[in-house]
């Protein structure tokens, strides 16, 4: 068998074209730390080129908070050296000419001379291995919120359902028995009487419509995402359709912009839509005339939704309260409600990875924006 010493001879096989075949940083210094070879793949590394780095001391390509480290770390080395590797396990960096740093893993070797040693040093660039790492990581961590999310949506049904058995039950007893009162025995009840069971049935309706809500927004935190392509300027239109209908008495101008599309769950964008727009619709009560604007632009890439109207608006100083369960910004009695609605919209936006948000001011109107899909879906 032909060594490689024999094709070397036989074929002038120079060693700088052998170190100019790595692909990766190859970098030669000698017993007082300047470097006395590179090959070009150090410039696409480092920045450099290579007879900018020729006769340098190779300190220039560590980062500086580590060069004192690294000029005992390198007369150890050269004290007793030995091959070894380095940075696969650990934060080793590296710096290019223009100041920034690089994960790096170095394999150092050496070679006697008669001018003493030549330390070798090969150096990888692990920035793309450190994304992967960290997107690896991040898959592992999405899972175990995953597998909590799945432990919290089963005991949010189990609420669920109690809510729906234990307190529904209760309350049909104290509306139906009331309405029996009511009803049955009214001759003997003077007016005083009469509206007390009447205030005690309104209590009992306006509790059950709030467990209703309640439940609703619990499936929606633990219902799963259909996605799909959603034409929100139909699902917009079919939704004013039934507002018209509901309240055929309202005078009201619907302006809906064309081509609204995103991906999304068209059931759970159909109720952010009803209930922006039953909130415009209840806001902009008394108002000739109402105005109702559904539209969208796009920014940084993404479409920004928005439904606006020049109803009663609010003072943006409460605007954190906004999107709270049960929070109000306005009296009930006005304008009558459970406060869900918002929260509701906020739980399905936030669900889709979008974001949502209001401008208002009083008695000038209300304009709520939303984005879907912002960053990942469902994570």
């Known amino acids: 068998m032909i060594g490689l010493a024999e094709i070397a001879q036989a074929d002038e096989v120079d060693w700088r074209n052998l170190m100019g075949a790595v692909p990766d940083a190859v970098i030669i210094s000698n017993n007082d730390g300047r470097i006395v070879y590179v090959n070009p793949a150090v410039e696409g590394f480092f920045g450099y080129r290579p007879e900018q780095l020729l006769g340098q001391p190779v300190d220039i390509l560590v980062p500086r908070q580590y060069q004192e480290g690294h000029t005992a770390h390198r007369a150890e080395f050269c004290a007793a050296p030995r091959r070894r590797s380095m940075g696969y396990g650990s934060d080793l960096r590296a710096m290019r000419a223009d100041g920034t740093e690089f994960p790096a893993a170095i394999s150092l070797g050496f070679s006697p001379t008669s001018h003493g040693n030549l330390v070798i040093a090969i150096v990888q660039d692990l920035s793309e291995l450190r994304k992967r790492d960290k997107s690896i990581q991040a898959l592992h961590e999405r899972a175990a919120r995953n597998s909590k999310l799945k432990e919290v949506n089963k005991e949010l ?211 709520i924006y939303f984005t879907l899909f912002q960053e990942t879906l469902d994570e």
């Open 157 to 367: 049904e189990a609420f669920s359902f109690s809510v729906s058995h234990d307190l529904r039950a209760p309350l049909r007893v104290v509306d139906g028995f009331s309405q029996v009162l009511l009803e049955d025995y009214a001759p003997q009840l003077d007016a005083y009487g009469k509206n007390c069971l009447t205030r005690i049935r309104t209590a009992a309706q306006r509790m059950g419509q709030l467990i209703d809500d309640l439940l609703k927004l619990a499936r929606i935190t633990t219902s799963e995402l259909n996605t799909t392509d959603v034409n929100l300027t139909a699902m917009t239109q079919e939704v004013i359709k039934t507002l018209k209908s509901a309240s055929p008495e309202r005078q009201v101008e619907y302006i809906v912009a064309d081509h609204m599309t995103d991906a999304g769950d068209s059931g759970l964008l159909r109720i952010v839509l009803e209930n922006l727009l039953s909130n415009a619709l209840k806001f902009t009560a008394g108002r000739t005339p109402a105005r109702i604007e559904v539209g969208f632009h796009e920014s940084a890439g993404r479409n920004v939704f928005h439904v606006c109207d020049n109803g009663a608006g609010f003072d943006m100083a409460y605007s954190s309260k906004l999107f709270g369960a049960f929070q109000r910004l306005h009296n009930a009695k006005n304008f009558p409600g459970t406060g869900i609605g918002l929260a509701t919209v906020q739980r399905i936006v936030t669900r889709h990875g979008g974001k949502v948000w209001a401008e208002a001011e009083p008695d000038k109107g209300a304009t």
